[in-house]
């Protein structure tokens, strides 16, 4: 069983550059959900912070080229590159160093697809997509049944506003992820 990342709104779609504050208010709530998941605090300098993380969903489409498993490797790499070694994934030069970290992921191949702008038309179409408010937040699941599911497992609200406030976990069910895979495997 394969997923098939797609772009989320927040990155495509806000009007604005990415929001370190907002990011850093949900560090401590996630690094208890997983605290070994190596999730932190922006360790770099602010000029660092990625202000759009554009090329690397389009990196992750362009993956696609080589397969879903290796788009699937990308993006899970570029996420814990950023989370837990604040990296500077609107890079190339860093999406590429971290694509080589992969097992699957043929960086030379990723490289050219990037620049013949191998999946630049599937990430507008997941703008497109998120402008149409189907996808409600990241994660969004969507199973080939048509069956849907919203940050699974995860019921939270956020005390104050957001990326004043804090996120708070109101449930947390870690097994609903076995639950989707059966569901999905069934399917």
Do not use: C
């Not at 048509?146 to 406030?165: F, S």
């Amino acid at each position: 069983m394969r997923i098939d990342h797609h772009s989320s709104r927040s990155n495509s779609s806000n009007g604005s550059p990415g929001t370190r504050h907002g990011s850093d208010s949900e560090i401590p709530t996630l690094g208890q959900l997983e605290p070994d998941a190596g999730w932190q605090l922006w360790q770099g300098p602010d000029y660092h912070y990625p202000n759009s993380i554009l090329l690397a969903f389009e990196a992750v489409h362009a993956a696609k080229n080589q397969g879903l498993r290796p788009s699937e490797d990308l993006d899970r790499a570029l996420r814990h590159a950023f989370w837990a070694n604040a990296a500077i994934i609107q890079n190339l030069t860093t999406i590429l160093a971290v694509a080589e970290h992969t097992n699957t992921v043929n960086k030379a191949q990723l490289r050219q697809d990037i620049h013949d702008g191998i999946g630049r038309n599937a990430l507008w179409a997941d703008y497109t997509t998120a402008q149409s408010d189907a996808v409600a937040m990241s994660p969004h699941l969507f199973l080939h049944d048509g069956t849907t599911y919203t940050n699974p497992g995860i019921e939270l609200h956020w005390q104050g506003d957001w990326a004043k406030g804090f996120p708070v976990i109101d449930n947390d069910e870690p097994t609903m992820y076995d639950t989707i895979l059966e569901l999905a495997g069934s399917a």
